[in-house]
């Protein structure tokens, strides 16, 4: 967001790229009242196999051209290795690593082309050191790190920037998604994103940029402290910073973060329709591909629903080939829980909890925005319904 409002404060038409589009679409109309500026939306999920050419094609039918590119979506995960989740590893490797990799294979040869523009790549002071609790996220910022790195050399004379930046800690939501508490993690060192972006436009401000650059003086200091250390000594060290500010986050954090999704996932008749508002990913049923989409949720008596207006549903056939699903949480706060759906078919159990949906879906507020007043016949025959399972909450 930051760089984006820093670039439209200089005037550039600016295409935002991420997975929510109403967030992308409100911040796009406030740039576009605030600075005259054009602003293109495309709201993809970049961890998706491919993004750069799916992202090149769209602003190629869209007849945009781009004239410089930030890589910057990328989220962490922390502790244990062989705790962690395997498909949200993949995940993240796909959108920290591959991800910005396709993209500036897409892109760099346009920017090229026109002999100017610049390619920043986001990688992190975590790129610096092996992290213990973090250890593949910090592998996936080296790579972005040396590959940038690489590229800047290979790149030199064509008129375009290349600039591999790191920022330290930093307030943004990256610490909802991290699940961490970013008071403790920072240990008082974070920067604001208006210090991270100042600091990297005016690194690619200058005649010749440096390959790579660290945001704020301590970070820098401590990105360099592990070249005076052998590795096995830096290692150490760092994981045993990197522990205790975990544990004590950990006896912090959790249990907050635990009671605001409890908050996010406990809907009644007084919750708005954005509160219901999730996105879910499936594995498609034909393709076996990860599918996002964005579905409203219902809560009633402790059970959670998916539902929908009759007729047939593509994230319902594949729930039905593979009941493992993520349910993504993207108001209050931002979770992505693992769960299983079950179908429910039986007459008698469809009518009940339809009877409770139905309430809801004729409230005078209207949250769903639905022509009322919406009977549980208008749903039994042909909505599909299934009930959630979370694998931990
Ligand atoms: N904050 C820090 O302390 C810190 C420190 C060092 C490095 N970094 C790096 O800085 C970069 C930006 O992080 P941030 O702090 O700004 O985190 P953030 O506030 O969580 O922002 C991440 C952005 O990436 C988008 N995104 C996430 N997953 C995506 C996907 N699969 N496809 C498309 N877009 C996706 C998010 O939007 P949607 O959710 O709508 O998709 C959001 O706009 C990351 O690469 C991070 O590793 C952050």
Do not use: C
């Amino acid at each position: 967001m930051e760089f984006a409002s820093q670039l439209a404060g200089r005037g550039s038409n600016l295409v935002l790229v991420a997975r929510r589009a109403d967030r992308l679409e409100s911040l796009a109309e406030k740039l576009r009242s605030e600075y005259g500026i054009s602003v293109t939306t495309v709201a993809i999920d970049l961890s998706q196999p491919a993004p750069g050419e799916i992202l090149l094609s769209q602003l190629v039918d869209r007849e945009i051209t781009v004239t410089s590119v930030i890589n910057n979506a990328g989220f962490g995960m922390w502790g244990k290795f062989l705790e962690s989740d395997p498909n949200r590893l993949r995940t993240m490797m796909a959108l920290n690593v591959t991800a910005v990799m396709d993209i500036s294979r897409a892109f760099l040869p346009l920017l090229q082309l026109r002999g100017g523009g610049y390619l920043i790549n986001i990688t992190s002071l975590a790129a610096y050191s092996s992290i213990p609790m973090q250890g593949a996220y910090s592998a996936t910022k080296a790579f972005v790190l040396s590959f940038t790195e690489a590229l800047w050399a290979e790149t030199r004379g064509s008129g375009v920037r290349v600039l591999a930046f790191a920022p330290g800690v930093t307030t943004t939501e990256f610490f909802d998604v991290l699940q961490v508490d970013d008071s403790a993690a920072s240990a008082g060192r974070a920067q604001s994103p208006k210090q991270v972006v100042d600091t990297a436009l005016s690194i690619l401000d200058r005649r010749d940029p440096p390959p790579s650059w660290v945001s704020g003086h301590l970070n820098h200091l401590i990105a360099v402290l592990p070249r005076y250390l052998t590795r096995r000594r830096a290692v150490l060290l760092t994981g045993r910073t990197t522990m205790r500010n975990i544990t004590t986050a950990q006896s912090e954090a959790i249990p907050a973060r635990s009671e605001k999704i409890r908050q996010a996932l406990g809907l009644d008749l007084t919750s708005s329709g954005r509160q219901h508002v999730i996105d879910i990913t499936t594995t498609g049923a034909k393709s076996g591909r990860p599918r996002r989409i964005e579905i409203w949720f219902h809560h009633y008596d402790g059970r959670w629903f998916l539902s929908g207006t009759p007729g047939p549903k593509s994230w319902y056939a594949n729930l039905l080939k593979n009941p493992d699903f993520t349910f993504h949480l993207k108001h209050g706060i931002h979770a992505d829980l693992p769960a299983t759906a079950r179908p429910i078919v039986e007459a008698e159990e469809r009518r009940a909890i339809f009877a409770r949906m139905v309430e809801v879906y004729n409230l005078p507020k209207n949250p769903a925005r639905v022509p009322q007043p919406v009977r549980v016949e208008d749903l039994l025959t042909g909505s599909p319904l299934v009930e959630i399972s979370f694998a931990s909450i």
